[in-house]
């Protein structure tokens, strides 16, 4: 008789037995999102580059945005996607600032459930487990800020996660995987075009990989090894082909009615590094490199890297970290190549192929290295531990001739499930301990600084208001500032040189009636006006905001 188990016992155990895993992994992204609920009601004031982000997603949601977050260097990375996911949890809070932290928290926590569920499908339970306990471990040295900041570096080492497991899936023989790589992989390089070179390349390994597969199925007549899904696949191949083509149409329409394109200044901006260099400052050799991406995927063991530490500045051990993880994943693919282990063998190469991407990336930097800039390598190592895993449980499974009694294997899922909920936990209490950006109310002397604008902004019949910065250090408070007026149903505008960092819709065509001027500590009202001025301390920083008095009307 054959050893297979009935379909209903079947369906009993992965009902019963690998939902575990999805919770456990799941728990930190929960903890985030009750610190979130329970502070719901108080107010909440973004500053910085999150206000600028929250005013796009208000874009979003009047279906206005057109391109990603803005850069430094005068452009904006290439697409809206991140915009477009976060504007119905906004719009449905009512644009609450505290429903970004909730957005993002669940943008990052379906990566890492969509990972285990590829896992799943190409590798069964237990390895599920395995790349739980490897995940959980990684959050829990990266810390809270990498799941629960509204930033858009924060958002996507879990994306390329993603990517990463996906692409090994295509390795695998999965036609979906290779379409959704696609759109994951667009959302990754939409929120930060530094992971084009990442995601190309994965690109590249999931179509060569799904051909070869192709190939070697007709030639050897047989079937694909793991079913795609309970739905047929052609209708999740279509929805992802609809949502490729939807992401894609702003940044294309933008490209072809602005002036210019924001895809000619990106593609201008890399392809002249001679000019970009001498106008931003150079890129970095291979040592620089090789030190950040130490310093940056090897979180565990020695965790998460110091932001006042130099990044192309790396101590031996996560130098030689980095070299194991390279040996690690090298083991990996000679192991699941000799057993024919397709899926353990797309996790290894796309590890390997992920370690070495990343340092010919840092190397295409231009001038200073930040930290923020490589977020999305932490989990890199990530695919070349599970493949480890994976091989092991296959190994094991393969060295068992009898089946194990019911009870055995039912204490062990359970004593599993126990292992595996230590990691989780122990990021849990980390969050539930809490960064700053949860348990505050953001930065409060925004508060201020907008209320005091507002109070004076009730004598104005006009709702456009002229933000000026004094310097240009002042931007983090007028970003935060234009947000709160926005809010409150004011039209504010900055100049014509922020149109990089704010987009055209807040750039002033005309001067209007009423000015808020942001100085060092110093009333700001221009010569010959009187104002009305108050200083406040934002980030220990003496700022002073000068309301502008109404220019008189014609004929008074």
């Known amino acids: 008789m054959s050893g ?55 874009d979003a949601m009047r279906f206005h945005a057109e391109v990603g977050p803005y850069s430094r260097f005068g452009w904006s990375h290439p697409g809206p996607a991140l915009f477009y996911l976060l504007a119905p949890v906004y719009s449905l809070s009512g644009t609450n600032p505290r429903s970004l932290l909730a957005g993002s928290l669940l943008i990052n926590g379906v990566c890492i459930v969509a990972t285990l569920l590829v896992v799943h499908r190409f590798a069964g339970e237990w390895s599920t487990r395995w790349a739980v306990a490897v995940v959980g471990v990684a959050l829990l040295a990266l810390g809270a800020g990498a799941v629960e900041t509204f930033w858009n570096p924060n958002l996507e080492a879990p994306a390329i996660l993603l990517v990463m497991v996906m692409t090994a899936g295509a390795i695998s023989g999965s036609g979906l995987s290779v379409i959704w790589m696609a759109v994951v992989g667009s959302y990754v390089v939409q929120t930060d075009v530094g992971t084009s070179p990442l995601v190309g390349v994965m690109a590249v390994c999931s179509i060569i990989g799904y051909l070869t597969q192709a190939v070697m199925r007709r030639r050897h007549h047989r079937e694909v090894d793991h079913p795609e899904s309970v739905l047929t696949p052609a209708m999740f191949a279509i929805l992802g082909l609809v949502v490729l083509i939807l992401a894609w149409i702003p940044p294309l329409v933008q490209e072809f009615s602005g002036h210019p394109g924001n895809l000619s200044a990106l593609y201008d901006f890399f392809a002249n590094p001679s000019v970009t260099a001498a106008k931003f400052g150079s890129t970095h050799g291979l040592s620089a490199a090789w030190a950040t991406v130490a310093n940056s995927t090897t979180a565990v063991p020695w965790g998460n890297f110091s932001t006042t530490a130099s990044m192309t500045t790396a101590a031996i051990g996560r130098q030689d970290t980095l070299v194991f993880w390279g040996c690690l994943a090298v083991a990996g693919m000679i192991w699941a190549g000799c057993s024919r282990r397709w899926f353990a063998l797309g996790l290894s190469v796309t590890s390997l192929v992920g370690l070495v991407v990343s340092v010919i990336s840092v190397e295409r930097i231009v001038g200073q290295i930040g930290d923020y800039l490589t977020f999305w390598m932490a989990l890199v190592p990530a695919p070349g531990v599970i493949a480890i895993g994976v091989l092991s449980v296959e190994s094991l499974r393969e060295r068992t001739t009898s089946p194990s009694p019911t009870w055995w294997r039912t204490t062990l899922v359970w004593a599993m499930a126990i292992v595996l909920i230590l990691p989780a936990v122990s990021v849990g209490r980390q969050l539930a301990r809490g960064s700053t950006l949860v348990d505050s109310d953001g930065n409060t002397e925004i508060g201020q600084l907008s209320a005091f604008a507002i109070a004076h902004l009730r004598s104005v019949p006009d709702r456009s208001v002229l933000v000026v910065m004094g310097n240009a250090d002042r931007w983090p408070e007028a970003s935060g500032l234009v947000l709160q007026l926005a809010r409150d149903g004011y039209h504010p505008t900055v100049t014509r040189e922020w149109e990089f960092m704010f987009t055209k819709p807040y750039v002033a065509s005309s001067t209007p009636q009423a000015q808020l001027v942001l100085t060092d500590g110093i009333p700001g009202a221009p010569p010959g006006f009187a104002g009305l001025s108050q200083t406040y301390s934002v980030g220990d920083v003496p700022t002073t905001i000068t309301f502008v008095e109404p220019l008189p009307t014609h004929g008074s």
């Open 4 to 58: 297979a188990q009935p379909a209903s016992h079947r369906r009993r155990s992965l009902w019963s037995s690998w939902p575990i895993s999805i919770v456990v992994a799941s728990l930190a992204f929960i903890v985030g999102l009750v610190k979130v609920v329970a502070t719901y009601g108080r107010p909440y004031y973004h500053y910085g580059d999150q206000a600028i982000l929250a005013l796009r997603v208000g």
